[in-house]
């Protein structure tokens, strides 16, 4: 199975470009980038998980702040990002790197202890995000953790204060939030927990619009 529009995000065409980008943190988009890998990277779950799945890996940048693992599976649907990844992470043997779509990946995936992802869920539906939740909690070794972060509104009132916020300093912005699918942390963190992630999910927040949200598996 394939997301809807996972051609459409496919980043070959800015790869060359994209490390460059996010580190604008005067952009809204890009503000928090780093805090978000750094939160991620370095959550306790991650740091002791032995099999690690980055979803959506793109250039290697979340990849490249993991201190240990035994194994490192780098998904992501752009040929051109992954080879930018595989040279940043070419001092590692045990990476294996695998073009397929956010959904399309888990038809035959194996299970992990962690499952990270940054910036790439946001490309998916409403419908899809759950779906992926899904898979998600299916995959996970019992007492792993997903842990995520991505760009996304608190609630449907945010989204209404941010639009209204960007409006004319930052028009653009507010045209991303109709071409994309940014989060709703209250619709995800529900979805997740219907997924059978329960209660145990964490969120935090960096910038108007960069959360971190984690949640682990128990049985």
């Not at 595989?86 to 073009?99: D, G, I, N, T």
Request: charged share 25%; with cysteine; aromatic share 10%.
């Amino acid at each position: 199975m394939k997301s809807q529009h996972g051609d459409f995000f496919n980043h070959d065409v800015i790869a060359h470009e994209y490390d460059e980008d996010v580190l604008n943190e005067g952009d809204p988009i890009r503000t928090g980038y780093d805090a978000v890998l750094d939160w991620v990277s370095r959550h306790p779950a991650v740091v002791a998980a032995d099999h690690i799945l980055d979803l959506g890996s793109g250039t290697g940048n979340l990849s490249l702040r993991l201190n240990s693992f035994k194994k490192l599976v780098c998904v992501d649907i752009s040929d051109r990002m992954h080879a930018i990844a595989r040279q940043k992470l070419s001092h590692l043997s045990a990476v294996e790197f695998v073009q397929a779509d956010l959904l399309g990946y888990f038809e035959d995936g194996p299970t992990f202890d962690a499952i990270i992802s940054t910036y790439a869920i946001h490309h998916l539906t409403e419908d899809e995000k759950r779906l992926l939740f899904q898979k998600l909690y299916d995959s996970l070794e019992a007492g792993g953790a997903a842990v995520l972060g991505d760009l996304m509104f608190a609630d449907k009132a945010d989204e209404a204060r941010l639009r209204q916020k960007f409006a004319d300093s930052h028009p653009a912005v507010v045209e991303a939030f109709d071409e994309e699918f940014f989060w709703y942390v209250d619709q995800a963190v529900g979805a997740l927990r219907v997924a059978g992630f329960g209660l145990d999910v964490e969120i935090k927040r960096f910038s108007d619009l960069s959360w971190g949200i984690a949640a682990r598996k128990l049985v």
